[in-house]
């Protein structure tokens, strides 16, 4: 930035310079030949100890901006335990899954969450790759003809402000026989449609 003020004192590469606001500035020599008590323009010489504590200070808010970032988008809004007749606890943000991990010490619901890749799916699309790794592994059993198994879906923790909609999943899994029962924690007890 170029400073203009009275010379003060100079040496071979720097002129001291001293601002209308009455600041002493350190200003590079040009090729005019500074007169002590006289007006000279230069650049102004920044102290590396300024331009540190600018880097120092600009390093330190993006970092803080990234855990920001990361604390506001990647964490669990808002938590659902999903029964497969083994418990996963899937840990939802904007509607999407940011977490997975297995409830009760199961090893069928540990394998189950080890082997399947559902992070940063839509709720309803992992809970259906969810359900038909479960179904794969045979920790659901096959229903034909009038049977039909259940899945519960207990909604634990919401901090959502919108309520969880898991109408696309409920479709899924009544096409292959299993009636979905969501529990959202207000303690009613939900209620079957009549067939």
Do not use: C, W
């Not at 102290?47 to 803080?64: A, M």
């Not at 799916?121 to 479960?134: K, R, S």
């Not at 979905?180 to 207000?186: S, T």
Request: zero cysteines.
């Amino acid at each position: 930035m170029m400073r203009t003020g009275k010379v003060l004192n100079f040496d071979e590469d720097k002129v001291y310079l001293m601002t209308k606001e009455k600041q002493f500035v350190t200003v590079k020599r040009n090729k005019k030949v500074p007169v002590k008590d006289e007006n000279y323009t230069g650049e102004e010489i920044v102290p590396t100890s300024k331009l540190v504590v600018f880097l120092s200070v600009l390093i330190l808010v993006s970092i803080l901006g990234i855990y920001l970032i990361k604390f506001l988008f990647f964490r669990a809004d808002a938590s659902v335990v999903v029964s497969f007749n083994s418990n996963i606890k899937v840990g939802i943000n904007s509607n999407k899954i940011v977490e997975l991990t297995s409830v009760g010490g199961y090893s069928e619901s540990l394998a189950l969450v080890e082997h399947s890749s559902v992070k940063g799916t839509e709720i309803n699309d992992g809970l259906i790759i969810l359900f038909d790794e479960a179904l794969k592994e045979k920790l659901l059993d096959t229903y034909t003809g009038y049977d039909r198994g259940k899945v519960n879906i207990y909604i634990t923790n919401q901090g959502h402000k919108e309520p969880l909609n898991f109408t696309k999943f409920t479709d899924y899994a009544y096409d292959h026989n299993y009636d979905v029962i969501v529990n959202k924690n207000d303690n009613k007890i939900p209620v079957l449609p009549s067939e």
